[in-house]
């Protein structure tokens, strides 16, 4: 079955502008999260979405927001781009408590 | 709180043991572990429930402790695909609806 599909792989974004990452997880799959990847921070969580509703957020600015849809697939936005939001930004799907996560490859942002 | 995970890195030999650990200050209802290889996305390994068993096959396997909230990785005559960075991951409340990972384990084998 496929997998989880993000979109764009890489995105390359002025300071200042804003960005919006897609996600598309896995069939049957309604738990969505989102986290950022850097070296020196490694992967933070940013949130978590099951049946279009914010369950969980994590310890970013209100410049991070997103949504999911009713077919489960989730869009992050990134608004007022900063140097500091270049990083990998990966999406991971799973069914409720007790499964593992199945990640996408991720997208690449880097803010110049 | 982000576990912490131990050691930071190894290095072994192909053939070789080895043991990551990871803790976390609260209590936890699941431990999962995930393995990173460079430039690719984690890939998930295992996930040891709360009141559940030791779990793994015969190369790869991990155990929970409850009470310490803590998790171990055993990785036993390990092979030149092993190399990368393992990750635990925690989860408090059992909705999946934070898993929070540790600082991770960079685990290299070599011939």
């Known amino acids: 079955k496929a997998g989880v599909t993000q979109t764009p792989r890489y995105l390359i974004k002025t300071r200042g502008q804003q960005v919006t990452l897609s996600c598309s997880p896995i069939?049957?799959?309604?738990?969505v999260s989102w986290y950022q990847q850097t070296p020196g921070q490694g992967l933070q969580f940013l949130f978590e979405?099951?049946?279009?509703?914010?369950?969980n957020k994590g310890n970013f600015p209100g410049r991070f927001s997103g949504r999911q849809f009713s077919n489960s697939r989730s869009e992050m936005n990134v608004s007022t781009l900063e140097l500091g939001d270049s990083a990998l930004y990966l999406c991971?799907?799973?069914?409720?408590?007790?499964?593992?996560?199945?990640f996408g490859s991720g997208t690449r942002l880097t803010v110049v | 709180q982000q576990p912490v995970q131990s050691p930071q890195a190894v290095i072994l030999r192909e053939g070789e043991d080895a043991v990551i650990n990871c803790s976390s200050s609260?209590?936890?209802?699941?431990v999962h572990w995930y393995r990173q290889k460079h430039g690719e996305a984690p890939v998930f390994l295992m996930i040891?429930?709360?009141?559940?068993e030791q779990k793994g096959h015969e190369k790869i396997s991990a155990s929970f402790n409850e009470k310490k909230q803590q998790s171990s990785l055993y990785l036993t005559a390990s092979q030149l695909s092993y190399s990368g960075t393992y990750f635990c991951g925690t989860e408090s409340s059992g909705t999946a609806s934070k898993l929070t990972f540790g600082t991770g384990t960079r685990l290299q084998v070599t011939l």
């Open positions: 979405y099951f049946s279009e509703t914010q369950r």
């Open positions: 991971a799907s799973s069914l409720v408590g007790g499964y593992g996560y199945t």
């Open positions: 069939s049957g799959h309604r738990s």
């Open positions: 040891l429930l709360k009141g559940g």
């Open positions: 609260k209590a936890l209802y699941s």
